[in-house]
């Protein structure tokens, strides 16, 4: 019975609280460890349809690959002249921003020992297309701005759950990367 106990309070929601404190020590003992680059190919495939290929990221210079290759379909909705096979590259940066504040909501509840029982975090945001399309140089062609909702079901105090909330945004790294400038070059192969 106490090992079931053990394993219990070592797992919450899911996730190996020890193996996030082992790697965290290991990243304080070793901040080079803690040195990540990903990397994504991208190739069009036809029309608005493009596919983006993720093989390998990067530990302090050390490649990694994945078990198997992971493949990102895009393309644009019929009213962008796309076939909507796939979601867009606007989409898919929701996605990654959903994401992106799902997992640190997730990890720090569970360093936190907060259970969670539902999470689901809703986002919209508008885009005008007359910068897209090159129409207007006053329209800037990303989003105008954005919206996020998160809504956590879970039996800690509502004020934790808030404080949770606050807190994963300042750790979200896709978050951080929309609000802060990051150096950003494209260049020619």
């Known amino acids: 019975m106490v090992k079931v ?9 899911g996730v190996d609280v020890e193996r996030i404190d082992e790697l965290k020590a ?16 991208n190739e069009w495939v036809d029309g608005a349809n493009s596919r983006t290929v993720v093989r390998e990221l ?17 393309d644009e909705p019929i009213v962008l002249l796309g076939k909507d096979a796939a979601p867009n590259a606007i989409v898919s940066l929701l996605h990654a921003l959903a994401s992106s504040l799902s997992v640190s909501i997730v990890y720090h509840a569970a360093m936190r020992g907060i259970d ?42 509502d004020e934790e759950i808030s404080e949770l909330v606050r807190y994963a945004q300042t ?14 070059d494209v260049e020619m192969a």
């Open 5 to 13: 106990q053990e394993e219990i309070k070592r797992y919450v929601n």
């Open 171 to 184: 750790v979200s790294p896709i978050l951080d990367s929309l609000r802060n400038r990051i150096p950003l």
């Open 58 to 74: 990067y530990q302090n210079e050390k490649e990694i690959l994945h078990e198997a290759p992971f493949v990102l379909e895009s």
């Open 116 to 157: 969670i029982d539902k999470l689901t975090i809703t986002l919209e945001g508008d885009v005008d297309v007359h910068g897209f399309l090159g129409m207007s140089r006053e329209v800037r062609p990303g989003f105008q701005d954005l919206r996020v909702k998160v809504s956590l079901e879970s039996e800690a105090p």
């Open 26 to 41: 290991t990243f304080n003992d070793d901040p080079d460890q803690a040195s990540l680059r990903f990397t994504a190919t």
